[in-house]
């Protein structure tokens, strides 16, 4: 009986498998489908004239028609989208009019900085935001759980662009805490050969703990105002699922039975809440890599968002729309993830 069915119940989990495989393949590429579209017809509808801002103002009529021509901007809009989506898939995100570099290689080199800020900010969200939101839960209205909630209003009424000058003019400017704007200072740049573009792994991978301490000390104030707004959406959250959880029945009869609290809070409250609490990190980390223009602005740091307000203000349209698609993906890549997640954590999502 063995023989005959172990083939068939593997069989049958393969089949399962793949098609969840292809399902998540397809979701994924129908998705990446939508943006692509997006992004293109957001190209179309902005008023800027790229030719223009390739061949400037004072251009011929002759000249503007022959760069018109040469970036297949005469073509119907049909004809321009497929070559476009072709274009994409090749990793061919067109021309910068501001570096004059292939956009694709601009943001191969920009955004490791920004990945390396937001990733230290979301960990620093995650490390600090998540105990404080069990911590108040659970001490429902106590004078921690009232801190929690006006730390969690001040990360969103706060402005961040005003945080980080603050955080310049006292921490840098006035204490000498820590480095100034920038990533590196000037003499330090270019001594460490980018390998990954994240300046504190490459520096550590080739031993120069100089400069590592330079980077980490340009990097500790936006990341940590990036992780004090991402701790204050955390903490809310996860206090928010924490209230209803400890509100069970199962909660309570764990009580009753003389479960220590400990362990009431953090294996009977906390364990369920991990599936939407992924979902929460996830985005906060998303919305970290897409919304770090203010910081990096203020702060000079050379990272896709900087990259994006310098392409914005010389209307280079190439540069826009790549940097657009990049962000875009990141969401992608970053809501797939947490559905693997949620298959490894939830055994009811199997099925």
Do not use: C
């Not at 520096?203 to 707004?229: E, K, M």
Request: charged share 15%.
């Amino acid at each position: 009986m063995t023989d005959t069915t172990t083939p068939a119940l593997t069989a049958r989990r393969l089949g399962r498998s793949s098609r969840a495989l292809s399902g998540f393949v397809g979701i994924t590429l129908f998705t990446f489908l939508g943006l692509i579209a997006i992004t293109f017809f957001i190209g179309r509808v902005i008023p800027i004239d790229p030719v223009l801002a390739v061949v400037g103002d004072r251009a011929t009529q002759e000249q503007y028609d022959a760069a018109e021509q040469a970036m297949g901007l005469d073509r119907p809009l049909v004809v321009q989208f497929v070559n476009y989506v072709w274009d994409v898939m090749r990793g061919d995100l067109g021309h910068s009019v501001s570096t004059n570099r292939p956009v694709a290689q601009d943001l191969a080199r920009v955004f490791p900085a920004t990945l390396e800020m937001a990733t230290i900010g979301i960990f620093i969200g995650v490390v600090i935001g998540v105990p404080l939101g069990v911590i108040a839960a659970a001490r429902e209205g106590t004078w921690v759980d009232h801190i929690a909630r006006v730390v969690a209003l001040l990360g969103y009424s706060v402005p961040a662009f005003w945080l980080g000058l603050v955080g310049l003019a006292t921490l840098y400017a006035g204490l000498g805490l820590v480095a100034g704007p920038g990533r590196v200072d000037i003499f330090y740049d270019g001594l460490v050969e980018p390998v990954t573009g994240l300046m504190l792994v490459d520096s550590a991978l080739q031993g120069d703990w100089t400069v590592f301490r330079n980077a980490f000390d340009h990097l500790v104030l936006p990341a940590s105002i990036l992780g004090f707004f991402s701790m204050a959406y955390i903490a809310r959250m996860t206090r928010s699922f924490m209230l209803d959880q400890l509100g069970q029945e199962f909660v309570t009869t764990a009580r009753v039975k003389g479960a220590p609290e400990w362990r009431v809070i953090w294996v009977h409250g906390f364990r369920p809440i991990l599936v939407p609490l992924i979902t929460v990190i996830g985005i906060s980390y998303a919305q970290l890599l897409e919304g770090s223009v203010m910081i990096e602005t203020v702060f000079s740091w050379p990272g896709i968002g900087n990259y994006l307000t310098t392409a914005l203000l010389n209307a280079d349209m190439n540069a826009v729309l790549g940097a657009t698609l990049v962000v875009g993906s990141v969401f992608i890549l970053i809501n797939r993830l947490s559905d693997v997640l949620y298959r490894v954590l939830d055994p009811r999502s199997r099925g």
